[in-house]
């Protein structure tokens, strides 16, 4: 059904995708979406069941995992090629994840 509820959560989507790499911020999607911040975070959990950031990590740790797969990039280009400039926070949430880390999943 295509609900404004829909439609802004395609402009949500979207964004996502083509801002995964630079710093984007909730106030970014909120303003996207023509909201507060925190007016944003409650309907953006309310749709998907996870918080933007959780969904944002979570887009950037399955690029990772697949340019690990497809690439020989090191783990730190691959970590700033997806939009995390903090190469322990992407391995940790990697880690995470994944349950191993970044040099662990690339040798599977």
């Given at each position: 059904?295509d609900?404004?509820d829909?439609?802004?959560l395609?402009?949500?989507?979207?964004?996502v995708?083509?801002?995964?790499?630079?710093?984007?911020h909730v106030t970014?999607a909120?303003?996207a979406?023509g909201c507060?911040p925190?007016?944003?975070m409650r309907?953006?959990?309310?749709?998907?069941?996870?918080g933007?950031?959780?969904?944002l990590?979570?887009?950037r740790?399955?690029?990772?995992?697949?340019?690990?797969?497809?690439t020989d990039a090191?783990?730190?280009?691959?970590?700033?090629?997806?939009?995390?400039?903090?190469?322990s926070?992407?391995n940790?949430?990697f880690k995470?994840r994944y349950?191993?880390t970044?040099?662990?999943?690339?040798s599977?």
């Amino acid at each position: 059904a295509d609900t404004p509820d829909t439609r802004r959560l395609k402009t949500v989507v979207q964004l996502v995708n083509e801002g995964y790499a630079g710093a984007l911020h909730v106030t970014d999607a909120a303003a996207a979406c023509g909201c507060s911040p925190s007016h944003f975070m409650r309907w953006f959990k309310k749709m998907t069941g996870q918080g933007f950031t959780a969904y944002l990590n979570d887009h950037r740790l399955n690029l990772a995992a697949e340019l690990l797969r497809i690439t020989d990039a090191t783990v730190l280009d691959i970590a700033g090629r997806v939009g995390f400039d903090n190469l322990s926070y992407f391995n940790r949430l990697f880690k995470r994840r994944y349950g191993m880390t970044p040099r662990e999943y690339r040798s599977k």
